[in-house]
């Protein structure tokens, strides 16, 4: 596991979590489940234990239950925001102490097509189309994961039209209604960005 603070009281990790870390009720939670899905899931939960045990040890025990919108929270600790994702096997995890957090880790597609780079990417085409198709594919994941870590931060989900976040394709960091966002290199092999509350709550 790799670990930054990539903020103040901000923690992001990646890489390959020890399954013992999850608790029994990480396995109840994933019953049920397609097998290769409850393995991501228990991946996911695993990484966030074994971040917390580093960074706050006190909150690595707490049940992981989902609010209202879905978004992740730990029971009985309310100020303490999280954030998990997956992508086929590569994970990430986010921790904010008094800060509400998002995560998102994308391999970079096969092929981005006109279409979804205009969508996504609307105001940045021409620095894009300049690219080779392979970087162009890996800068829109960059781009992607940015506006899914700040709809997950905001706990609005793609209800939030993260497409619509303004990302410059070349920028490692910026800001978005209240949140920060960093594009998170060299913690995994695959592009990845966390958003966070700029004051804590």
Known sequence: MRVREIGPAVWAASGTPRTEEVTAADRIAVRGAAPWRAQQLLGGRALLRALLSQVLPQAAGAPVVAGPNGKPFLHGRPRLGISI??????????????????????????????????????GHLEALAGLSPRRRDTVFAEIWTVQEACVKA???????????????????????????WRKVRGLADAPMACAWDEESR
């Open 85 to 122: 994702s997956h992508d086929d096997e590569h994970l990430a995890v986010c921790v904010g102490a008094d800060r509400r957090v998002g995560v998102d880790i994308q391999l970079p597609p096969d092929r981005v097509g006109a279409r979804l780079l205009r969508r996504c990417a609307r």
């Open 154 to 180: 905001d706990g609005s989900g793609i209800g939030g039209l993260p497409w619509t976040i303004d990302v410059p394709p070349h920028a490692d960091r910026g800001s978005w209604q209240g949140l920060q």
